[in-house]
């Protein structure tokens, strides 16, 4: 029975050409995040049509790269988290992690921002595709009350990198590394965790 997993859907290794094009596709994409930042978050005012047009942008821009993001970093932590000693997957996990900071700061200068905005239902109605985001925009809104300055943002955000994330990725490397003796169709097993996980949707006892 094979239980390795297959990841060529995403890469098909991190030397792949789909792998490297998207990363330099990320690091665009952080480049217009910075760029819309610096254009409409500073020193400038909007009017209602306006703020609209930059709010969609943002959502826009925002998600086409945590869209790329999500499918460099899931497939380095999936790496990760079978081969704990798999120096690729670390160096691009930290790789894109730094790309994540820069964007993070970004995403809190925006929620700041849609925090000043006193009539946003207005500006939500005057957009279908903001109207869509409505839930998401609210709550953003009503968190950024309870943000601290952006010099405590910015290092709450990389205590994070050096703290709860270096824990999460410890946990990782531990769980990697455990491997269960068991028995399964009458034969003497050894597993690792992640190949016990991929028995529950075999339906193998």
């Not at 890469?11 to 050409?17: L, M, N, T, W």
């Not at 909007?46 to 945590?66: G, M, P, S, V």
């Not at 691009?92 to 925090?115: I, N, P």
């Not at 994330?165 to 003796?181: F, G, I, P």
Request: charged content about 25%.
């Amino acid at each position: 029975m094979d239980l390795s997993w297959e990841l060529e859907s995403l890469y098909p290794s991190f030397e792949s050409e789909k792998f490297n094009q998207d990363r330099e596709l990320l690091a665009e994409s952080a480049e217009r995040l910075k760029r819309w930042s610096a254009e409409h978050l500073h020193n400038r005012t909007h009017n209602d049509r306006e703020t609209a047009q930059a709010i969609e942008q943002f959502l826009k821009e925002y998600n086409a790269y945590k869209s790329v993001y999500l499918c460099l970093f899931s497939y380095a932590e999936l790496r990760f988290s079978v081969d704990s000693s798999n120096m690729d997957a670390v160096n691009r996990m930290d790789e894109l992690e730094d790309t994540a900071l820069a964007a993070g700061e970004v995403h809190a200068d925006f929620s700041k921002w849609l925090a000043k905005i006193t009539d946003l239902n207005t500006i939500l109605a005057s957009s279908a595709y903001l109207a869509e985001h409505e839930f998401y925009l609210y709550g953003l809104q009503r968190q950024s009350a309870h943000w601290l300055g952006e010099e405590a943002e910015a290092v709450i955000a990389r205590m994070q990198r050096t703290g709860s994330k270096a824990w999460e990725r410890l946990y990782m490397q531990t769980l990697s590394r455990l491997r269960v003796d068991i028995r399964t169709g009458g034969e003497a097993q050894n597993m690792s965790l992640a190949e016990l996980r991929n028995l529950v949707y075999t339906g193998t006892h």
